[in-house]
Each structure stands twice: as structure tokens, then as C-alpha cells.
């Protein structure tokens, strides 16, 4: 009997132990597992493009032009304004757009699919009309405005509209640097009055115009004024008020101002009679000629002294070979050379303009079709003896109405001498490069290119530098061999050396195996807290499984397996690096069932859930 009485007590707390341990796993899946789909719980609007975030990853969706419909909807945390009580935030994803593609295939990089995705938007405010699909997105240094529709603006009350007045020019560009080329709405607006700030109460504003925007897009918006009339004492920001609120932009692009560009005496190089110094003060710097714009510099860098001449032909269009030039060539030469791409404004005449499409009445149709070569030599007038020619990509044009004359821009990364021609019958370059930009992630470093148009385009070599000189290969992106529309490239570093500055570029190869290397960016890549993500594929049919980490510095993790009755079968130490690292583990001894896998490090420890099902 005595045995007996002992041997209930102990049978019972075993099945005790069990049933409270089975509880416990339960209610800890419940609180950390409860999603197992890939959820995002943070949207922002940067740049180029829209990053979701989750648990472990950062993947980027591009959205370009018209690569937009709804996809899957979660309200935004944030309430709704009271007289639009039914609002929701949404993100706009076409099936079979470009973006929408690229979204899903860096999905299967990570073993998820669409039907796993669900969007949550936290960091979100909503759009101005009653129509569900329209919501803002506020960064940090300008108002990225999202709608369909016309608006009517009104400064304090009154409204702005159309009229008799001159004609101004307002151009609407989704994103300063980098668009899709189908991202710019250009429209000639007459005003019957061009507001003072000061009549107003908006502070510090330079000037406030009347417009009509129509279907702007989904990136956000630029203004770019001619002739409109500076107002108040205010540096930066315009302040426009709609019907339902007022919207507040941060630093604008430019405001053009009265820019008289006039032709000058001809035949010869002509130095401006201002010059300017870079500061690095991120305004634009014009370089003038007896107040005559000549060319302007978006000050992005600390270039020192820039000094400038220009070339006025006289006589007939110049040629080299079957291709023409423009009667107006340029020279700039800082007394630093930038170490970044630096935004270049370049001014001609309608005049010249005229001439030059008259001896291209073949290939030069537009101004888009306008090619920009920069040649090394830093001599005005030396078309016939120029070398080293790069060409680059035109990012924008414009015609000012109250100069009857013309503007291109470029991003260029030395300066030198810039010769403005017609199309090319065979590109010195293959591949028209746009942009190439790096990215500090959680994940590494994330990059992403864009190119105009390719031909004979076998792929991209990603190269890293720690110092600028010796280069390493990384990578390898495959082309899209010849297409004459525009493509986003994109290659995650998991591997960057923390806190050190590390320096990448591209080296395009023909399939003939002639290459060229881009522009070189620098990245400085921070320590980042710890993340850890989700076993996948889970629930898992084979034997081997995946759990992506983020570390914030060099570490072993201790980590344990426990099925359901809380008896620990497997145990493994694994070593990471500082940064991202993806683990791998071999579960083909353990039998099909669910686990509860704790991993230890030294921030603390987590819990993750895994099912097998062999």
C-alpha cells in the first residue's frame, strides 16, 4: 500500500507537467506565432520606390507609372477623419506590371507567395477626397501626394483660377530624380493673379500660384515655376490650401525665376561674367552672362569655385562625321570634382533650337530624342580634337515662354565639356544607365539600378571596393539582352563590413564581352538591432528548413527544439556574423509534429514555431 501511495502522486504530476506544458506551447504560438503569413507592419515612401517591412526582410516594391490596382487591403491603424468615416489606406499593386513581377519573384527568394502577403499600413495618413483608394504619405523633407481627380487650389480661403495673365510654365514631376519616363505631366497654366505670400498667413514662402493638377499618379510631385513672382521673406517650402486642407511642401526643386537667355556674340568661347562657389548649400547655382542664364548647378556637393565657358557657332550646324551638334557647346570646370552624381541644367535658345532640328529633319523629332555627350577635354570650342566621350541619359527638358527658350538636365559625375547632339545610329554605350542608388537595410545593403534602354545586354557584374581601388566581384544580375524601355535591376550585399565605408559599382558586359563601368557609390553601413524572422517553408514537407537573423555584432546561438510535450530533441549552436545571416537546419531526424524552437543569444531570448509534416 505504501508503494502504491507514491506511485499515483508521481504518475499525476508527470501528466500534470505534460497538460501545463501543452497550455503554455499553445498560448505562446498563439502570442508569437499567430501569423504565419508574411505580414507587413511598416510602408514608407522613399525615392524611387515603396519598401514593406516584416518581421525580416525589407523587399522593395517598385511602383512606376500606370502599375497600379489593388492587390489585398488592411485599414490603416490610423482613425479615419470624421466627415470620411468610411476611409481606408491602401497600396496598389497591378498583376503582370513590372513592379508587381519583381515583388513576387523576390517573394519566391525568400519561399513566400502572394497568397501569404497581407499589408497593414502603421505609418500612414489619409487623402483628401471620399474616394477609398487616395492616401498621403508625409516624409521627412516634402508632402508626396497621392490622388486621382482635379483640385482647385485656394490660398486662406480664396480660391486661385485661371485667367488673362502672361503665360508660366508649372511642371509636375512625380519624383525629382529618378521616374519611370512616363512620370512627368507638364502643363501651360495662365493665372489671373499670382498671390503674395504676404497677403496671406502661410509663412515662409517664396511664392503661390494657382493650378489645376489632373491625375499626378503614385510617387509624389515636383514644381518647377517660370516667372512666377518671388513673395515673402521665406527660403523654402510653398504652402497651397485646398478645399479640405492645406498642404505644405517642403524644399521645391527650383523656382525657375525670369530666365533671359539671349544670343550672344558668335563663333567664339565666351566666359560668363559671374561665376558661383559650391557649398554644398543644396540650392541651384546659376552661372549667368550680363544676366543671362547660361547653365545651373544643383549645389549637392562641396565643389569650390566653378568657372564656366560657352560656345556660340556661327555658320552652319557643325558635324562630326553624319552627326550633328548643337550651335552651343559648354565647359565647366570646379575646383573639386564630385564625388556623387550632381544634378547640371544646361540653357539654349529657341533659335538654336530651330536651327538644330532643321538639320536633323530625319532622326531629331523631339526634344526627347536629344542625345548629351561629355567629352574630357576642358575645351570650349574643340569638337574636332574632343576624347574620352560619355554618353548621358537626358532626365529632363522644358521650354521657358517668357524667354522663347529651352533647358535639358543631366546628372553627371566629373565635369567637363558638354556637346549637345542628335541620336546616334550606334550608342557609345550599350546601356543607357539612369541611375544606380545603394541602400543601408537591415538585410546589408540594398541596390537598385535603372536603365533607359539596353542593347546586346548580357548582364551586371556587382563589384565592391573597400577603398575605391582594388575591386572584388560580389554578384551577377542578367540582363534583359536588347529592349528600348526603361528596367529596375536589384542585388542585396548581406555580407557589408559594419561601420566601414564600402564602395560599389556595375560593370556591364556586352555578350560580345566589351563592358563599361558605371558611376561608384559609397555606402556607410550602421550596426542594427537584432531581428529575427520565420522558419520557412513552414509548415515544411522536407527534411531541411531556413531562419533568417540579423545581428547586431559577431554572436553563437544556442538553439533548441521541444515537441509537444516539452522534451527537448534537438540542440545546435550556430554562428553569426554582424548583419544579416540566413541559418540553415538539417530536421530529418525528428519526426513530423509541431516544435517550439527557442533561440538564445546574447540580446536575450525568442521563440519561433515550426511544423513538419513528412
Known sequence: MIFKCHIKPIFFMKTLQTIVFTI??????????????LAFTALRAEGYGIYAHDLGHEIPIQVCGNDTAYYKLISAE???????????????????????????????????NMSQVELKFTLMTLGNDTEFQDWFVIGDTETRFYHNGIYTFYLDGSPLVTGNMPVFQLE???????????????????????????????????????????????????????????????????VFESA???????????????????????????????????????NWLHILNNGQRVASILDSENMGLITTEFYVNSGAVRTVGTLEYMDRNFTITP???????????????????????????????????????????SDCDAINNASGEVTLALLDYGYIPTDNSYYLDVEVTSFST?????????????????????KDTKDGVSLKWLTASEQNNDGFEIQKSSDGIDWSRIGWVKGQGTSTISNMYFYNDNSPSVGDLVYYRLKQIDFDGKYSFSPIISISYSQKEENIGLFYPNPSFIKEVKLNYTSPANNVLLISFFDINGKMVLQENKSVVAGFNQLNFDLNALKAGIYLVKINSKQGGFYRKIVLDK
Open 24 to 37: 503554455l506551447f499553445l498560448l505562446v504560438s498563439n502570442i508569437f506565432f499567430a501569423q504565419d503569413y
Open 78 to 112: 490610423q482613425a479615419p477623419p470624421a466627415e470620411f468615416p468610411g476611409m481606408k489606406a491602401a497600396l496598389k499593386l497591378a498583376d503582370g506590371g513590372l513592379g508587381f513581377t519583381a515583388f513576387k519573384d523576390t517573394l519566391a527568394s525568400y519561399n513566400y
Open 172 to 238: 509636375i514631376d512625380y519624383q525629382t530624380f529618378n521616374n519611370c519616363f512616363d512620370d512627368v505631366l507638364s502643363s501651360i497654366t495662365q493665372y489671373t493673379d499670382v498671390v503674395d505670400a504676404s497677403a496671406g498667413q502661410a509663412a515662409d514662402v517664396r511664392a503661390i500660384a494657382a493650378a489645376l493638377l489632373s491625375d499626378v499618379g503614385n510617387r509624389g510631385i515636383r514644381f518647377v515655376f517660370s516667372q512666377i513672382q518671388p513673395a515673402g521673406a521665406g527660403t523654402t517650402g510653398y
Open 244 to 282: 479640405t486642407g492645406k498642404i505644405e511642401l517642403g524644399e521645391v526643386f527650383d523656382n525657375m525665376g525670369a530666365a533671359n537667355v539671349n544670343i550672344p556674340a558668335t563663333g567664339t568661347c565666351i566666359t560668363p561674367s559671374s561665376t558661383v562657389t559650391s557649398t554644398n548649400s543644396g
Open 335 to 377: 575646383a573639386i570634382q564630385p564625388s556623387n552624381p550632381v544634378r547640371v541644367r544646361l540653357y539654349f535658345t529657341a533659335t538654336e533650337w530651330q536651327d538644330f532640328v532643321s538639320a536633323n529633319p530625319d532622326s531629331l523629332q523631339a526634344m526627347s530624342d536629344i542625345t548629351i555627350s561629355k567629352f574630357s577635354v
Open 418 to 438: 558638354f556637346f549637345v547632339n542628335g541620336p546616334k545610329s550606334s550608342s557609345i554605350l550599350p546601356v543607357k544607365l539612369v541611375s544606380f542608388e545603394g
